[in-house]
């Protein structure tokens, strides 16, 4: 079963600009959670996705954005990019939303996309 | 707000017991995690727990939970230099928006 990929690995953008990071889960997966991960404020939770619809959203601001289709396939948008977006955006597929159940289910990370601003 | 903290850095001999240390302030938290980052590598959830468990055990893993003091601990029994690694510490609510610690970096020395 193939893990769970995230495209690009590496980007570079500028300040103002946008960007499109995109996530595709475990096959089978319907929830797709985005977390940033910045030496300053270390792992943040940014939102999860499941069966195309928004189901919970950290402490970030509008310019963060995220969609899901329904193949599962996950991407998240920013735009009018900062300085202080730099940063690894790391993507999670899960077979249930929100918390974990009892019944072992667990979180599949991808690799990351890591983003600079310059 | 939320706040999770961790101590920064643990160094433990090869074959030690290992114990990660974490404390949150919401007292509403349901479910308590532990995450796992090794050098290059993409996080991993090694265990959670639910706020009305004291302990859970999986394999050389074992969680406590101080729910009283708001503690929560992580052992790893014999551990490896395959376990050196961030260990972030992470609670959340009846919703998933979980709160994540700074992270403790483990260190095994032979």
């Known amino acids: 079963k193939a893990g769970v990929t995230q495209t690009p690995r590496y980007l570079i953008k500028t300040r103002g600009q946008q960007v499109t990071l995109s996530c595709s889960p475990i096959s089978g997966h319907r929830s797709v959670s985005w977390y940033q991960q910045t030496p300053g404020q270390g792992l943040q939770f940014l939102f999860e996705y499941f069966s195309e619809t928004q189901r919970n959203k950290g402490n970030f601001p509008g310019r963060f954005s995220g969609r899901q289709f329904s193949n599962s396939r996950s991407e998240m948008n920013v735009s009018t990019l900062e300085l202080g977006d730099s940063a690894l955006y790391l993507c999670a597929s899960s077979s249930t939303s929100g918390p974990l159940r009892l019944g072992g289910e667990t979180q599949y990370f991808g690799p990351g996309t890591r983003l600079l601003v310059l | 707000g939320e706040d999770v903290e961790q101590s920064l850095f643990l160094s433990v001999r090869e074959g030690d017991s290992s114990v990660i240390n974490c404390t949150y302030t919401?007292?509403?938290?349901?479910?308590l995690y532990w995450y796992k980052q090794e050098p290059g590598a993409g996080l991993q959830l090694l265990t959670y727990?639910?706020?009305?468990?004291d302990m859970k055990q999986d394999q050389r893993l074992t969680v406590l939970l101080n729910k009283k003091d708001k503690h929560l601990s992580l052992r790893i029994a014999d551990t490896q230099t395959g376990d050196s690694a961030i260990y972030f510490c992470?609670?959340?609510?009846?919703?998933?928006?979980?709160?994540f610690g700074r992270g403790t970096s483990l260190i095994v020395h032979p």
């Open positions: 727990i639910f706020s009305n468990m």
């Open positions: 992470a609670e959340g609510g009846g919703s998933y928006i979980p709160t």
């Open positions: 919401d007292s509403s938290s349901t479910y």
